[in-house]
């Protein structure tokens, strides 16, 4: 059968079980539109292209498929760049598809002519300019292919606006064939069982869960080896939600703002088991004080990871659902009161450092994003922007589903939020969800609100209002004398706004009208914005200074209620 281009690129994304892609049409893609409404394919038109490419990754790290996301050449294409940044540095599986000028025209500067694959080289796992429409069919069953296997993400596929028009025989490969690309899925036994044997003998055990284990669906084995270890859990920003944080087990998230208790149970442990981290600077603080007293037995899919920024005892390479299931089953039964006991000492004392443990009737935004999760009953899918409003959900929503929390870490992408969670509201429909942001973040891909409404989506919003780019006014705070330069922020009228859109609006700016907004934009049909006017210079706590140990914590002062000097701990 004889397809031009354009029509091998739809039938060849129906072949993958494509039902839905993000993007916006354009000069250089004008074809591929044309022949769209001849397949069983929903294009959601975002306003912009970084919303596409957003959009495309909140829906394969709600679903774990790939996302799709769409381009014209030139303009249309670099826009795309920071999602997929976002995507790469994240491990999201996403296929770009972009419009190229033809390609006689390409290396003359032609109108919209951009070297998108030059541009994206290190940004993508893979990509490629198609330049005869007989390599298309195969070089998208590639595309998708290394998009979703080993460490997943991003590949860009750009294709000429002659190819797309160019007919040839259409046959959709079986399977693809790349001698030097074969991930490791399985852990080699010998190290596995080194790895477990450490498990039985430690006396301080901790188990850090990073974004792997979601990426590989190891929750349940994760639960398994926590409970049959009776070893406690702690995730990096991107690990939160694969371990139910309910669980006595769980000590939440470690790092520059991580849970205290947390990151002094990793600085005291004997032995620590990474699944699915990279040691980010943001998780390990100062490597060279890093886990001082513990052996380490790191397990990722990436075999360059392993040993790149800390010493590693026993590496284990291979997926992590894979090498959980294995350790579950070598482990033995074992119990650790003593070590139980000191970190639960550990987390009584920080909770005489929480700001919801004062009386006060202002509107803290921790009080606010505690009251999402207790209206939602920590079961909503939480898709957070990045600043401070990024570490007050990942402090105070108590996730209890796995998989319920999008965000950009590597990247720390602002402006993620609102297109990523259309993504993930398309790709998981019967969830509840909502976006978590600030004020500056909101207003990068604000425009995304129209998509919201001409597709429907039921995604309720709240904005984290405090008048700042939040987290840089809080390191002027500290460490540049307090001078707010570049950061206060003006805004629209957001509820206004909302009403603009068609959504509902709603303000609070008191603490008592927190939990009655949330249910009414809960029990509203459709998407809902709430503007949460918060206390404006408020700090997320703990912090740990840029370069020192995560056993330096800067904490907020006990006895006082609005903030003064911190209180340096030394764990």
């Excluded at 296997?149 to 797309?164: E, F, K, N, S, Y």
């Excluded at 055990?205 to 994760?222: C, F, K, M, Q, S």
């Amino acid at each position: 059968m004889k397809l031009d281009g354009a029509s091998i690129v739809w039938a060849s994304l129906v072949k993958e079980g494509v039902t839905v892609t993000f993007g916006i049409s354009g000069g250089k893609v004008i074809h591929l539109f044309h022949r769209l409404t001849e397949y069983p394919i929903h294009n959601v038109l975002t306003r912009h292209e970084q919303g596409a490419a957003h959009a495309a990754d909140g829906y394969a790290r709600a679903t774990g498929k790939v996302g799709v996301c769409i381009a014209t050449s030139g303009p249309g294409a670099t826009n795309l760049v920071t999602g997929l940044a976002t995507a790469y540095m994240d491990s999201s599986p996403v296929v770009a598809i972009t419009g190229q000028v033809a390609t006689p025209d390409i290396g003359r500067d032609s109108f919209q002519e951009t070297d998108i694959t030059g541009i994206t080289l290190p940004i993508t796992k893979h990509n490629y300019l198609v330049t005869d429409v007989r390599d298309l069919a195969e070089a998208i069953k590639e595309a998708f292919h290394i998009a979703r296997t080993g460490r997943p993400g991003p590949v860009l596929i750009d294709i000429p606006a002659d190819v797309q028009v160019a007919q040839t025989e259409y046959v959709y490969p079986e399977e693809v064939h790349f001698p030097g690309y074969r991930p490791t899925l399985r852990g080699h036994d010998r190290q596995v069982r080194m790895a477990t044997q450490l498990i039985d003998q430690a006396e301080r055990p901790i188990l850090i869960a990073g974004h792997g284990v979601t990426i590989a669906r190891g929750e349940a084995e994760l639960m398994e080896l926590a409970v049959k270890a009776d070893i406690p859990v702690v995730t990096t920003l991107l690990g939160k939600s694969c371990f139910p944080e309910d669980h006595p087990l769980s000590l939440g998230m470690i790092g520059m703002h991580g849970q205290p208790y947390a990151n002094q149970a990793v600085q005291d442990a004997d032995l620590i088991v990474v699944i699915g981290m990279r040691f980010s600077d943001r998780d390990t603080g100062s490597i060279s004080t890093f886990a001082p007293r513990a052996k380490v037995i790191h397990i990722d899919i990436d075999p360059a990871e392993i040993g790149k920024n800390v010493r590693v005892d026993v590496p284990v390479v291979g997926d992590a659902r894979n090498v959980l299931e294995t350790m579950v089953r070598l482990a033995q039964p074992t119990n650790h009161p003593e070590w139980l006991a000191r970190i639960a000492h550990w987390r009584a004392d920080a909770a005489g450092h929480d700001i919801l443990s004062r009386e006060s009737d202002a509107l803290f935004p921790q009080y606010v994003v505690r009251a999402i999760s207790e209206q939602t009953e920590g079961n909503a899918l939480i898709v957070s922007d990045v600043g401070q409003n990024q570490m007050w959900e990942a402090q105070y929503y108590v996730h209890r589903r796995n998989n319920t929390l999008l965000t950009s870490g590597g990247l720390g992408t602002m402006g993620f939020a609102l297109p990523a969670a259309m993504g993930a509201k398309i790709g998981r429909p019967d969830d509840p969800v909502w976006v978590i942001a600030g004020d500056g973040g909101i207003q990068m891909n604000i425009q995304e609100l129209a998509t919201i409404t001409q597709e429907k989506l039921n995604i309720k919003i709240a904005i984290l209002n405090n008048g700042y780019l939040g987290m840089v006014r809080q390191w002027q705070q500290f460490f540049f004398e307090g001078r707010y330069s570049g950061t206060p922020l003006s805004g629209p009228d957001f509820v206004k706004l909302a009403e603009a859109y068609g959504i509902l609006g709603l303000r609070v700016t008191e603490k008592a009208e927190a939990a009655p907004a949330i249910r009414q934009a809960l029990e509203h049909p459709g998407p809902a914005l709430i503007d949460f006017r918060v206390v404006q210079e408020e700090n997320v706590y703990p912090m740990v200074r840029p370069g020192d140990s995560i056993s330096q914590m800067m904490r907020r002062p006990k006895p006082a209620l609005q903030d003064g000097a911190p209180e340096e701990v030394q764990a």
